[in-house]
């Protein structure tokens, strides 16, 4: 068993875990403390070197910095993607994607073992699901990161799992990614990706965190959809409708994310049928959405699906440009080490 990790735990409640352990510290000692993990990213309480010698032993003693390992990592020769893969401490593997993009950091990040949605186009979804991962590990992911290659700027809760079903330490660790005394990272630099939680997106709002949200859409018809997607018994207008409401009341634009499939969802159909749903659901107002389509990545083990043509891809973009709707083709990073939307798996 591993010592108790203290990232990810609040003034409070670092306090609180200190004094259950009969150590007694000022709140200057707590901020000494979060300053040291959070800005400078000590690896090693013996590093805290404001603190009084025999505190910084007895801390070493019964606390960790870390509650994930890091096992291997990866950097793609095509773009500078870095993939690790930290392991829990019963041995489950985690992955986090390292993005440099131009001039900024970007991670995404895995909040479950596996994912219980099971999309048949996602390597995640082939994992069993395990379990939902603490808000420290969540964290941790970040933290790690930053102690390989610098402030983290940017965070896509885009990894592994789905983030909505683990909402509790997901919203738990978003106020350790904003509290300034800590990542401080700022509100329109994180977005949480989900397939379509509709209940939790509404909870989401409710928590007034003013982040961005991202919606896995992948077609605009329900029995369509549910042929990509397992287990999100959501419509897509529900689902739509939700998005759009979280746009307004954050008064942040709703990305819709789309994973073009070769001649299953990449249609001039395909592509009116969005339209209509789209002009419907913003009442009229494009510039509530923003659309990434995501040519689809290609998963080992999965057989029959092919990226769209790129004609078709140019196509179906032009098409919602053509109606007002903000649309680019996302880049795919890090292909060649399995780091790309979709290719998570252990
Ligand atoms: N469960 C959340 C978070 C995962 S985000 C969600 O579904 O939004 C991962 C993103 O990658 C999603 O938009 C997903 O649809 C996309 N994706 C999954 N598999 C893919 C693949 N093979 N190629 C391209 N994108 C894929």
Redesign the pocket.
Known sequence: MLNKTVIGLLQQELLELFNSYGLVLKPYQIKQILHGVYQRKVDKFSKLTDLPLKLRYRLEESFTLSPLKLATQQTSQLDGTIRFNFVTEEGYFVPTVFIPKENRKVICVSTQVG?P?R?I????GKERFIRNLTSQEIVTQILQLEREVGKINGVL???M???LLNFENLTKAIKVLLNPDMFNISKRHITV???GMVPQIYRLCEEKFNIKL???L?SYNDEKRNKLVKNCSYRVKEILESGIFYAIKTNTKLTI?Y?LIKGFNDTLEDAKGLVKLLKMATNNKPKLVKINL??????DK?KNLFPSEKENIENFKNFLLNYGFLTFVRK?YGTDINA????LGF
């Open positions: 994912c949605i999309c186009f996602c390597n995640s809760f885009m990894g799992g789905e983030p990706s989900t397939i991202a919606i896995s992948h994310e994973v995501i040519p689809y990545n290609v998963v999965v795919s790309a939307c979709g290719q």
